[in-house]
């Protein structure tokens, strides 16, 4: 098994990864990134984000994306895991535990203060996974998101008093 950087070549398994997930996540409607937008965002002039890979063998069983936060009150960058994905079938070998691995070391080695990620209600599995090494549920937080028209509403100053 092994960990590796996705490259612009990448981008097509990229986004086969982010579908399959939305696909288990029951999301996959609301998938509308495109390998375009993908290589623009992820490997163009100003990337947001980065890719690895899991693989074993010649074959690429896992991803994770993630990206650099700022916590004020640490005063230090921190690291966000915005997808993590095994596919079923790879499932249970230790992939998933040598991605956050490798991300851990990722947030240690460049100097960030946290690693943090978010989890469905519902993901069970997952939740029993993240507990088993050492993660804990922010409960007392709760995510706020403004999309589409909320967000051009907003922009505009609308949206509220």
């Known amino acids: 098994m092994e960990i590796e950087s996705a490259t612009r070549a990448d981008v097509p398994e990229i986004l086969s990864f982010i579908r399959a997930l939305a696909e288990y996540e029951h999301l996959s409607a609301d998938v509308v990134a495109t390998e375009d937008g993908l290589r623009e965002s992820l490997?163009?002039?100003?990337?947001?984000?980065?890719?690895?890979?899991?693989r074993?063998?010649?074959?690429?069983?896992?991803?994770?994306?993630?990206?650099h936060t700022y916590s004020t009150f640490l005063g230090r960058k921190g690291l966000y895991l915005e997808d993590l994905f095994v596919k079923p079938e790879h499932r249970g070998r230790?992939?998933?535990?040598?991605?956050?691995?490798?991300l851990a070391n990722v947030a240690i080695e460049r100097g960030c203060g946290r690693f943090e990620w978010a989890v469905l209600h519902w993901n069970a599995p997952a939740i029993g996974f993240y507990e088993k090494l050492g993660a804990r549920a922010m409960n007392e937080w709760t995510v706020y998101r403004v999309t589409g028209a909320a967000l051009q509403a907003l922009a505009r100053g609308g949206g509220g008093s």
């Open 56 to 67: 074993d063998g010649g074959v690429r069983v896992g991803f994770a994306l993630f990206f």
């Open 94 to 102: 230790g992939y998933g535990k040598a991605l956050l691995q490798h």
């Open 43 to 54: 490997f163009g002039p100003h990337p947001c984000g980065e890719v690895v890979f899991a």
